[in-house]
């Protein structure tokens, strides 16, 4: 409402300086020093006066409105980028993991840039058809006949330009696609750099990210094809409805006066034109980025209708967990775990082993209430998964993963993770990790900054800092999948001391393909084709379980 007030009252002044300019002109050249305005005289000077009164007045408004604008089009792309990581942090965990990798990335930035681009492409036309109304306003004072005709001539010749703006949206609709596809190639190449170095594969990647990029390129061709040739023709026909609005002028004109307003007139049309321009050119804009802002919408909505279940009951302990005849099935008809029946108590060090494709890591999920079982339950305390609050699962459960990921921040920060902790948990997490002399040793100690690459630390490190921060929370419940899948023995050694000591009142889930990781194990089950295979002490097992024995003889 503002851009538009704004612009309207702007080209009212600019149209009001336009026409007093004509007729000071007109009086000059009869040897005048007055202008009549409304049947009075008015000196020349004042006229002039006025009019460098009102293109001050013009430009206030021009800085306003843009001010507005640009404050708008900022909060529309803030908003929708904050919408998009919301709905995305609150939706199900199936959801998140079935986004192609890269993909939230470039729609955030890309997509919630243009949104913005979007929305300054709509102010400008806001702008823009204020403006031109302000215009037609006074052409339709001065002169109705030329106003109907310019009106008539160029409403008829717009919307003749309309199967135009039709294969443009499509045209932007197909380069958004091919775009966002190529975003995600890009993203695995980054990705996978050392292994495409390593196996020798430059060019047949690059073959394959080429065929996208070229045919991006076709589709962008289109894209800016149809982006200057709509507003080229359009100006054309804005140029064809002035003429004849001028040729009406000139027909109906009789005396001098009416010779100052047909030139008060075509300065308007001039000047129409200019404004016009713009207005064909936003709505060229609002085609081209309509399609990325209805794909971060399309998202958006993805992310919010499937959003996790929010339970309230607040357990006041989480363990023994149960699995009460769990199936789950990625796929209708093909089962991954089958009539699982377990219990899992405080104090126990569960080890999980199987062998590939077992469903151990679909179990853990499971465990971390990532997935929901396709039938059964999974009960924490004797309370089902999706009846208690998510912020206390939050709270009382940590996972150790496999591949270790720091955030750009401090090794304190690292180690709090967002939760505010108190110092003394970091301080006490990282010693409980064998990590305090090494990080006391770093040039700021638990203030130093680690980039992401990550270097300050190494691999051995990194790892027993990602457990440093599940330690941190001092969880009820903690999982570490495959923890030393990546480290030397000595490190090993570190973070099975780390498990052994690991708290009387907590369940601790190991995930491991090595039996060293499970010295430490109170119980083994054993995983086979999505059911336990076998369950007890390590001896038992061992004496059992042929996996399991293999496991042992490996590591001798």
């Known amino acids: 409402m503002a851009i538009g007030a704004g612009s309207f009252l702007g080209g009212l002044a600019e149209a009001a300086v336009l026409i007093a300019m004509t007729l000071v002109a007109e009086a000059l050249i009869r040897g005048s020093d007055t202008v009549e305005v409304l049947g009075t005289d008015i000196a020349s000077t004042t006229v002039i006066a006025v009019a460098l009164a009102l293109l001050v007045v013009r430009v206030g408004l021009s800085l306003a409105t843009t001010s507005t604008a640009a404050a708008f089009s900022a909060d529309v792309m803030r908003r929708a980028q904050q919408s998009l990581l ?18 939230l990335q ?36 001065i002169n109705p006949v030329a106003f109907v005709a310019i009106v008539v001539v160029g409403g008829g010749l717009i919307a003749a330009l309309r199967p135009l703006r039709s294969h443009s949206r499509a045209a932007a609709r197909s380069y958004e696609t091919v775009t966002r596809t190529l975003g995600r190639e890009v993203t695995q190449v980054e990705a996978l750099h050392r292994e495409v170095h390593v196996f020798g594969v430059e060019e047949p990647v690059e073959d394959r990210i080429t065929d996208t990029v070229t045919e991006g390129g076709r589709r962008y061709r289109r894209v800016r094809f149809l982006g200057q040739a709509v507003p080229q023709v359009f100006q054309s026909v804005l140029m064809a409805a002035a003429v004849l609005g001028l040729l009406a002028i000139v027909q109906t004109a009789t005396a001098s006066s009416d010779l100052a307003t047909a030139g008060a007139v075509v300065l308007l049309l001039i000047r129409s034109m200019s404004s016009a321009q713009q207005l064909v050119t936003a709505n060229q804009r609002i085609i081209e980025l309509g399609s990325y802002a209805r794909g971060l919408d399309e998202l958006i909505a993805t992310f919010r209708s499937q959003a996790g279940r929010i339970g309230t009951v607040v357990p006041t302990r989480l363990v023994p967990v149960r699995l009460r005849s769990v199936d789950f099935s990625y796929e209708p008809g093909t089962p991954v775990l089958t009539g699982l029946d377990l219990e899992l108590c405080a104090g126990e060090v569960v080890g999980l082993v199987g062998p590939s494709g077992a469903g151990k890591s679909t179990l853990v999920e499971l465990l971390l209430h990532l997935r929901t079982p396709t039938a059964g339950s999974v009960e924490f305390g004797g309370i089902p998964v999706d009846q208690i609050d998510p912020a206390e699962l939050a709270r009382r459960i940590a996972i150790v993963p496999q591949d270790p990921v720091l955030v750009d921040g401090t090794v304190a920060e690292n180690v709090d993770f967002f939760r505010s902790l108190p110092p003394g948990r970091i301080t006490d997490a990282l010693d409980r990790a064998d990590l305090a002399e090494q990080i006391d040793a770093l040039p700021d100690g638990v203030d130093t900054r680690l980039g992401s690459d990550e270097r300050a630390l190494s691999g051995g490190q990194r790892q027993r800092l990602t457990i440093a921060r599940a330690l941190a929370g001092d969880p009820e419940v903690l999982v570490l999948d495959e923890p030393t899948s990546a480290l030397d023995s000595r490190s090993e050694a570190v973070i099975a001391r780390m498990i052994s000591g690991s708290g009387t009142g907590r369940l601790t889930v190991v995930v491991a393909h090595r039996h060293s990781t499970l010295r430490s194990c109170t119980r083994i089950l054993v995983l086979n084709k999505g059911r336990v295979e076998f369950d007890g002490t390590p001896e038992e097992v061992a004496e059992a379980s042929p996996y399991f024995r293999s496991m042992l003889n490996a590591d001798h």
């Not at 929305?119 to 109304?133: D, E, I, P, R």
């Open 86 to 103: 919301r709905t995305y942090l609150s939706s199900s965990h199936p959801v998140r993991s079935s986004r192609p990798r890269g993909d």
């Open 106 to 141: 470039s729609v955030a930035v890309t997509h919630g840039r243009f949104t913005g681009d979007l929305a300054n492409a709509y102010t400008q036309m806001a702008a823009s058809v204020c403006g031109l109304l302000a215009f037609a306003v006074m052409a339709l004072t």
